[in-house]
């Protein structure tokens, strides 16, 4: 799916931490569950981090992982 055609909404990017069984996920796990790109997704997720609403970890140059912190996931 093109990102141009449907916009994913921050909750939809927040209900996929909340319905994964993994304590943290990469943005192309995220990308691969909404339609969007990597790039895409990991633009969002960097914004979600800046509002305090998803937690972030850079593991390697151009990796990082990404988790809900403990008083929004539920």
Do not use: C, H
């Amino acid at each position: 799916m093109s990102q141009g055609a449907r916009k994913v909404t921050d909750e939809e990017i927040v209900e996929v931490f909340r319905q994964s069984t993994e304590p943290a996920m990469f943005a192309k796990e995220i990308a691969d569950q909404t339609g969007y790109t990597r790039q895409g997704i990991a633009n969002r997720l960097d914004e979600l981090v800046g509002r305090g609403e998803l937690r972030k970890k850079k593991s390697g140059r151009r990796s990082a992982v990404y988790w809900l912190p403990s008083d929004v996931g539920s």
